[in-house]
């Protein structure tokens, strides 16, 4: 008798885990989960109302390390402490000088600034291309030498 109560708990068990699963992803009118927010696209718009999970896309520059997978991120907009980890850097080097496009989700703690859990990150911009290019000097016709 035992082993039928067993399997029953556990297939009860299993379909309350599948019915949650497709509820959270539910996506249409009255979602209420994180893909119902819209994608936080600037530093500013990310601390005017931080919002726990909101996923964010922003482009900017890593400006300092602060901690072993803690940095500053800014943008045009504003500065917002961001974790990333070794694995989520490009194989080049990044600089202060390099913009990065990072995605991730939101995190907010009691007592605490928000910061963004960085998932990806790449290189915007190659460090070269942020400069303008200078001007190439038209050549100047030979000047035909005298006698």
């Known amino acids: ?3 039928l109560r067993t399997q029953r708990m556990l297939a009860l068990l299993i379909a309350g885990l599948v019915a949650g699963n497709a509820a959270a992803q539910y996506t249409g009118p009255g979602a209420r989960g994180a893909a119902s927010r819209p994608v936080g696209r600037t530093v ?6 931080p919002v726990d999970d909101q996923k964010v896309e922003l482009t900017g520059t890593l400006l300092e390390q602060t901690g072993r997978e803690t940095f500053v991120f800014s943008d045009d907009t504003g500065r917002i402490t961001v974790e990333i980890d070794a ?4 194989a080049q080097p990044v600089g202060p000088e390099v913009r990065v496009q990072l995605s991730g989700e939101v995190e907010t703690r009691l007592l605490r600034e928000p910061r963004v859990e960085v998932e990806a ?3 915007a911009q190659e460090p070269d291309a942020a400069r303008p290019a200078q001007p190439s000097q038209p050549e100047q016709p030979a000047q035909p030498a005298t006698p």
């Open 121 to 123: 990150l790449r290189v």
């Open 1 to 3: 008798m035992q082993p």
């Open 87 to 90: 694995e989520d850097f490009p």
């Open 44 to 49: 500013a718009e990310v601390l005017r109302s």
